[in-house]
């Protein structure tokens, strides 16, 4: 549903943003495209959408060749950027309701698509909403249902839970899923959601893509590293189990330090601990894409 063939952007002033991109996004696909702040995601989802015309390449998107005819997926692709755009004078209700009259829906049809739209994000009960009493999180569940609104099959998301509240990302997702686009291509630099949601995941870096797989194989890959620091009631009993199960940790007095290689380890061993004293003191870190990347072409994986 959306083909790429060695796609580059350089920009006027000399940097390549994307070079020599070719990839996929299958009919039922879910596609994650994960890299660090300046890889290139921003620049690969503005060519795609026909707003940025690439250097070379080729980018067809429903059968349509959107380098020469970006007006072809207009209302057919629907995007959600990565910064939540607010109207401050119009209210939730009124967005949606805008979108689709310019579709041309009038009268009982155009308030039960909006009234449908609105379940979808979760709005229902803030429909009377001005822009301006929005929380980021519902600002971009609203950019969510324009986009979703008209039924496009095609999604192309940038970030779409950047800047969102933990509770709200689950509902992010909820709509997502609920709108039943044939393909979604997002933009992201949560490998957790990622691996939660794609169904295939392509890491970028300096504009390429350096891998491709199923999400579990590239967070693997990428091995996000979890550290605790705890204290506990009874330090004792925390030494010996660390020991036991072989975990690699430090301890300074009462302060734990311990090194998972993934955050699913660290917090089942978390739990484990609970079990047999209380913590006085509790930090998880997981550490950002951006490191794990890094430590990846460190060791020269990438290449
Ligand atoms: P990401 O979305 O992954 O953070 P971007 O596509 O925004 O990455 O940026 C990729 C690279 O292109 C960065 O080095 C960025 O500074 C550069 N870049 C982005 N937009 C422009 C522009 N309009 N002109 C020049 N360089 C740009």
Redesign the pocket.
Known sequence: MIEVVDLTKV???G?R??AGLSFAVHEGEVVGVI??????????IRQLLGLLKPTSGRIRILDCDVVSHPHMIKGRVGYVPQAPGFYPSLTVEEVISFVLSLKGLRGAALRERVMETLTLIGLEQSARLFGYQLSYGMAKLVLLGMAICQNPPVLIL?EPTAMVDIERKERVWQAITAARARAVLL?SHDIHEVREHCTRVYL?LG?KFIAEGPPHEIAALTRLSTVITLVAENPQRVEEMLVKSGDMFSRKGEVFEIIFPELGMALARLEQIRQVTALRYIYVEAPSLEKAVKALLWEGRAQ
Not at 35 to 44: D, E, F, I, M, V
């Open positions: 920009y006027p002033n940097t943003a994307n890299g660090p702040n300046g890889a290139g995601k921003t620049t690969l940038d933009a970028m504009g």
